[in-house]
């Protein structure tokens, strides 16, 4: 029979020995965090259909893929509705970036290569613009094109909310990732292409990015160097030698390109690595001013989410440094 004293401390020893499995559980159970308010502020791309909508019959679809830390991970396939999701600074710096995620041509990771890289843009400043393409498989009439009709009209509607928006219209930035680093890649050395008839004031103005930032992307559409699911989805499964040639930003690079900075990591299974390398050594071929930086660690689709402990951890602030250097 417990007395007082006994009852009392087994009950204390008992709460210890709870309360230490509980701090266990807790130490062994990674911590999961609310993921941030979805932006609000959304312009639509066109102002009506896009271009060559006429028998494009696909259903857009937002798929949550999911992450073990419960941030938001979407992809949108088939994508109708193009758009630019706003995100803006507290404290203007006058920039902007408009940016371009990634997915293969099949598909834009929306919230990994999107919300996120503009969410830490925006706290230094830039007004950011998260672009919604569409995507080429999708029986669009312009095919290849319609992600650069796109993006030759994100970069001309962003210029044509300057002054509302607290940006300059000479500092526009374009960052692209992995099949977003070829549509920003191929607006960088295409931007007077035309892709598209005019449809209102904003087409009057340019699509020439003031500065182009390619993050792991995909460049070359030549066998070897070029991942091959972006390939098929732009060009199908046997692309001539003139659409890998015409294709390939590499390729068109001209001494009218704005500034690049490109990122990659040498350890990158996905995209070879020699895609930044070609683009780099094009751009110096024409006395471009870029910047390459390889880091040893860090895969591919790193963006902002699977950085920190590795080398890539260095790109953003680096970006930033170019960005001021070159004044976006």
Same mark, same amino acid.
């Given at each position: 029979?417990?007395?007082?004293?006994?009852?009392?401390?087994?009950?204390?020893?008992?709460?210890?020995?709870?309360?230490?499995?509980?701090?266990?559980?807790?130490?062994?159970?990674?911590?999961?965090?609310?993921?941030?308010?979805?932006?609000?502020?959304?312009?639509?791309?066109?102002?009506?259909?896009?271009?060559?909508?006429?028998?494009?019959?696909?259903?857009?679809?937002?798929?949550?893929?999911?992450?073990?830390?419960?941030?938001?991970?979407?992809?949108?396939?088939?994508?109708?509705?193009?758009?630019?999701?706003?995100?803006?600074?507290?404290?203007?710096?006058?920039?902007?970036?408009?940016?371009?995620?990634?997915?293969?041509?099949?598909?834009?990771?929306?919230?990994?290569?999107?919300?996120?890289?503009?969410?830490?843009?925006?706290?230094?400043?830039?007004?950011?613009?998260?672009?919604?393409?569409?995507?080429?498989?999708?029986?669009?009439?312009?095919?290849?094109?319609?992600?650069?009709?796109?993006?030759?009209?994100?970069?001309?509607?962003?210029?044509?909310? /300057? @002054?509302?928006?607290?940006?300059? %219209?000479?500092?526009?930035?374009? !960052?692209? =990732?992995? *099949?977003?680093?070829?549509? #920003?890649?191929?607006?960088?050395?295409?931007?007077?292409?035309?892709?598209?008839?005019?449809?209102?004031?904003?087409?009057?103005?340019?699509?020439?990015?003031?500065?182009?930032?390619?993050?792991?992307?995909?460049?070359?559409?030549?066998?070897?160097?070029?991942?091959?699911?972006?390939?098929?989805?732009?060009?199908?499964?046997?692309?001539?030698?003139?659409?890998?040639?015409?294709?390939?930003?590499?390729?068109?690079?001209?001494?009218?390109?704005?500034?690049?900075?490109?990122?990659? /990591? @040498?350890?990158?299974?996905?995209? %070879?690595?020699?895609?930044?390398? !070609?683009? =780099?050594? *094009?751009?110096?071929?024409? #006395?471009?001013?870029?910047?390459?930086?390889?880091?040893?660690?860090?895969?591919?689709?790193?963006?902002?989410?699977?950085?920190?402990?590795?080398?890539?951890?260095?790109?953003?602030?680096?970006?930033?440094?170019?960005?001021?250097?070159?004044?976006?």
């Amino acid at each position: 029979m417990l007395n007082r004293r006994g009852t009392l401390a087994s009950l204390t020893g008992g709460l210890l020995a709870s309360a230490v499995a509980g701090a266990a559980q807790a130490k062994a159970k990674p911590k999961t965090q609310a993921p941030p308010m979805d932006p609000t502020e959304i312009l639509s791309l066109w102002p009506g259909d896009p271009p060559g909508a006429s028998g494009v019959t696909v259903v857009e679809t937002i798929i949550e893929r999911g992450d073990p830390k419960g941030l938001r991970d979407r992809a949108v396939t088939h994508t109708r509705k193009p758009t630019l999701t706003v995100i803006r600074p507290a404290k203007p710096n006058g920039a902007a970036v408009i940016l371009m995620p990634g997915g293969g041509y099949e598909r834009v990771v929306t919230d990994k290569e999107g919300f996120e890289t503009a969410r830490w843009l925006a706290d230094h400043g830039y007004t950011c613009f998260v672009l919604l393409y569409r995507l080429p498989g999708d029986g669009w009439g312009a095919g290849p094109d319609a992600p650069l009709q796109d993006a030759q009209r994100a970069v001309r509607l962003a210029r044509s909310r /300057a @002054a509302a928006m607290r940006f300059d %219209p000479a500092r526009v930035a374009i !960052m692209g =990732f992995s *099949a977003g680093g070829h549509l #920003a890649a191929s607006l960088t050395t295409r931007f007077d292409a035309k892709v598209y008839d005019p449809v209102d004031a904003a087409d009057d103005l340019s699509a020439r990015p003031d500065l182009s930032c390619l993050m792991y992307a995909v460049v070359s559409m030549a066998d070897g160097p070029a991942h091959g699911g972006s390939r098929k989805q732009l060009l199908g499964p046997s692309p001539t030698p003139e659409q890998i040639a015409l294709y390939s930003p590499d390729q068109t690079v001209t001494d009218r390109v704005p500034p690049v900075f490109l990122v990659h /990591a @040498a350890d990158d299974k996905t995209v %070879p690595v020699a895609n930044s390398l !070609m683009m =780099f050594t *094009a751009l110096k071929a024409k #006395a471009v001013p870029a910047e390459l930086h390889v880091f040893e660690e860090g895969g591919h689709g790193f963006g902002m989410r699977s950085i920190t402990g590795k080398p890539v951890a260095a790109w953003p602030a680096l970006f930033a440094t170019f960005a001021k250097r070159h004044g976006v």
